[in-house]
């Protein structure tokens, strides 16, 4: 209704002050939603990034043989095979769900490894690895390599390791030079050092070694197929159904990353409920604010309201006067609060670029549009008490004769 | 003439128990269309509660009500809002106006709000009401900053803004000076005169009472003369 929007802005420009006192509350109600918004999802992101950052978002592994035990019709047991010292389960056909895989929506990379045990010896030096053999291109498909490297390229090939700066300074070991590397099975070649890392994780830079899926081939005895797949997403978020999806597709056993991680999605989830209760109270403050100030115009304008009435305004009509104003507010609360929060949010570092000590706050999560519309729909709600309040007022009492 | 209102055996009584007041016992009155009438007796003798019923924004204890042919007794809330924009103008003594809004703007409610919007007919109609109350220089003034004798000129007009059949005056001139309350009464007899609107004014001023053709005068609840 045209006129009662002309009445309400009138009544809100009236008292220019009050009314941008009024928006400025409801403001800063905004503002900490949005910032609330901000900070809980870029602090998630943050805490992901670097927990679950360098890891397999989805990881197939070579079901390990069960052992086989041989049982008599009794049920005695007769023979125990004993479990192999070396693993011999591999994903044989992973070739043809390597392509498969990487079709899936939301998949960024799949990188088939084979991985194992293994000695290295330089000298007299020994020292035990885990050995991961990647496919030459895919080193940092999963674990940033490239990032992390200090001295050479993380480049692989045939016959070149690359290692972690840990386990280079226990060999003694310099770029160029080579190492005698034995797997667990006993086959073992001699590799030129091409690449060293420092991830700043003691057990991976002292004891993970690299190389190329043809060279863990060799060490390993596995002609074909490999040991492991791991799939980086592009939303690690979406790792549950992704797997779930790679499973139905498959048929192999795809493990989100959050299966092993529900002591952080736990953390993760109080802190979003943490992010709802303050949300929830800054919208409350919202409604009780916008409520508090219409209820004391409504008092403070009861003569005019029963002038309206008597000039043959409905009941309706004061109602949508009151109502409108409230949604005005709300509006006009929820544009300068998120404009106050984007603003505000700018000069902070983006979610690439999160630091640790400072604030991760996510500019692209600050739940504008939800802001707004919850404020505009709060102050709405806030102004139907005082609307009624003023379609209640009684014309004759009002007006005083 | 033809009667335009008529109401039968009206009693108001507010309170209730000992606390009860009867501030009307069972008064009758008619209006005849095209009256100007003058409402008087003591303060206290029940003239404001008469007018806002007879404005419907009461309701009697008991008795009877029509006017234009219509039982407004027995007519809902929302009947009787639009009953009151058509048909009926009120001037009251105080809080006439509405403070944020102008002249012509306050002039031109009743047809706003009725119509949903500030029609330029309805401008051009509030203008000449204005006008013709000798406001021709005030007709977009904020009708905070006009004189108490204007004030209530620009509520003449407003009451007359949709043509009503009936303007009820509560002391309109109680505020004013002699000069602008005879300067308003002058106003209101013209339009009496030329368009035929019936007017019922409740006044403590002989003087004023005697602009008016009929003398109602109300005393202990009743029409005493
Ligand atoms: N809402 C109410 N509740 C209780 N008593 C009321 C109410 N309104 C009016 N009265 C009483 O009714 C009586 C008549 O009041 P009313 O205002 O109609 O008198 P009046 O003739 O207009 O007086 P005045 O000339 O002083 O304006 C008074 O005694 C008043 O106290
Ligand atoms: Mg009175």
Known sequence: ?401 | MSALLEVRDLVKTFGVGDAATRVLRGLSLTLEAGEMAALLGPSGSGKSTLLTILGTLMKPSSGGYTMLGQDLIAAQDSELTAFRNLHIGFVFQFHNLLPDFTALENVIFPTAVREGRETPSARARGRDLLVRMGLEERINFPSVKLSGGQKQRVAVARALMNGPELVLADEPTGNLDRVSAMQVMDLIAQINREEGTTFLISTHDEKIADLCRRRIVVGDGLVTG
């Open chain 1, 1 to 401: 209704m045209l006129y009662a929007l002309k009445i309400a802005t009138r009544y809100l420009t009236a008292s220019k002050a009050q009314t941008a006192l009024l928006v400025l509350g409801v403001a800063v109600g905004v503002f900490i939603f949005i910032f609330m918004s901000a900070l809980i999802g870029g602090l998630a992101e943050f805490i992901l990034a670097r927990t679950v950052g360098d890891l397999s978002h989805i990881t197939i592994e070579a079901e390990a043989v069960d052992p086989a035990i041989l049982i008599s019709p009794e049920g005695h047991v007769l023979a125990v095979v004993e479990k192999a010292r070396v693993r011999t389960a591999s994903l044989a056909d992973a070739e043809t769900f390597v392509p498969l895989i990487a079709g899936v929506a939301g998949v960024n990379a799949v990188s088939p490894q084979i991985t194992g045990a293994g000695f290295m010896t330089r000298g007299a030096q020994v020292s035990q690895v885990g050995v991961t053999g990647v496919e030459p291109g895919l080193e940092s498909a999963i674990l940033d390599l490239d990032g992390y490297m200090v001295q050479g390229t993380a480049r692989l090939g045939a016959g070149l390791v690359v290692l972690g700066q840990k386990l280079a300074d226990d060999l003694a070991l310099r770029l160029g030079q080579t190492v005698r590397l034995q797997s667990s099975g006993g086959v073992a070649s001699v590799l030129t050092l091409s690449g060293i890392y420092a991830t700043g994780n003691g057990r991976m830079d002292e004891s993970s070694v690299f190389v190329s899926l043809s060279t863990a081939r060799t060490l390993f005895a596995l002609p074909q197929g490999v040991t492991r797949i791991e799939i980086k997403l592009r939303d690690l978020n979406a790792a549950d159904t992704t797997a779930l999806r790679i499973r139905a597709l498959t048929g192999l056993d795809a493990v989100p990353w959050t299966d092993g991680a529900a002591q952080l999605m736990e953390a993760l989830d109080a802190q979003a409920q943490t992010g709802y209760f303050l949300k929830t109270f800054a919208l409350i403050t919202i409604v009780i604010g916008v409520a508090s100030a219409l209820l004391l115009s409504t008092y403070r304008r009861r003569p005019e309201i029963g002038i309206m009435r008597a000039m043959g305004a409905g009941r309706g009509f004061v109602i949508f006067v009151f109502v409108t104003q409230g949604a005005l507010i709300g509006l006009m609360g929820g544009l300068s609060g998120a404009a106050l929060g984007y603003s505000a949010l700018l000069p902070f570092p983006t979610r690439d670029a999160f630091r640790a000590g400072t604030l991760p706050l996510d500019i692209t999560q600050g739940s504008y549009g939800l802001a707004i519309a919850l404020t505009v729909i709060g102050a709405i709600a806030a102004s139907i008490l005082p609307a009624r309040a003023a379609a209640r007022v009684d014309p004759v009492t009002a007006i005083g004769q």
